[in-house]
């Protein structure tokens, strides 16, 4: 447990402070490119997300998916591995918890084979 606290719960609770502090510097903003043109970078979320986590490091491997997809506007659908889905669970009330409105990180807990494929095909 001391170590699930130190690195796991210290990592994600990093990276969802990145994508936070990102969020506000994604807009409009000139990427270096040739004099002859201009690129701009701009943020269009895609809609849905689906990610899938392995067992190993859930609440780490849950925030890198959970920092971009919803700091970019997307809602995501977050399926953990069936061997460790409870932290997922978790993170999905203390998002609601946080002001993350209802719908917009969900969890779909299950076994790979069914869940997880499921998940796969429909994207």
């Known amino acids: 447990i001391r170590y699930s606290r130190?690195?796991?719960v210290q990592l994600a609770?990093?990276?969802i402070r990145w994508y936070g502090e990102a969020i506000d510097k994604l807009y409009d903003q000139v990427a270096p490119s040739p004099e002859d043109s201009l690129a701009l970078i701009t943020r269009e979320p895609v809609g849905v997300v689906a990610a899938i986590i392995p067992w190993n490091y859930?609440?780490?491997?849950a925030a890198w998916k959970i920092?971009?997809?919803?700091?970019a506007g997307n809602s995501l659908v977050l399926k953990p591995s069936e061997k460790a889905p409870l932290t997922s669970l978790r993170l999905a009330e203390l998002a609601l918890?946080?002001?993350v409105p209802s719908g917009v990180f969900n969890v779909l807990p299950g076994f790979g084979d069914e869940a997880g494929r499921a998940l796969g095909l429909h994207m």
Do not use: F, K, R, Y
Not at 58 to 61: A, G, K, S, V
């Open 6 to 8: 130190s690195v796991d």
């Open 13 to 15: 609770q990093n990276c």
């Open 58 to 61: 859930p609440m780490l491997m």
């Open 67 to 71: 920092g971009p997809a919803l700091a």
């Open 97 to 99: 918890e946080a002001g």
